[in-house]
């Protein structure tokens, strides 16, 4: 019998989270977990790319945007 109690607590918990979710603030929530994984990876991505860039240019022996001028 507790267990069957348990569970039922259990599942009432889920279910009002899940009702919490799809509601307008469970969706405000969501979208705004969306654009901060977007906007980290976004700089991930340009961390990796200037990194990148760094070993291209002493590679090539290219100091900066200015080498090309002189």
């Known amino acids: 019998m507790g267990i ?3 569970i039922g607590v259990i599942a009432f ?3 009002t989270e899940a009702r919490a979710n799809i509601g307008p603030d ?3 929530r969501a979208v ?3 654009a901060d994984g977007v906007y980290d990876f976004a700089d991930a991505v340009r ?4 990194e990148r860039e760094g070993e291209l240019r002493a590679a090539l022996g290219v100091n900066g945007p ?3 001028r002189r």
């Open 4 to 6: 069957g109690m348990a």
């Open 13 to 15: 918990r889920k279910f």
């Open 26 to 28: 469970g969706l405000n």
């Open 32 to 34: 705004t977990r969306l």
């Open 47 to 50: 961390a990796g790319m200037s």
């Open 66 to 68: 200015d080498a090309d």
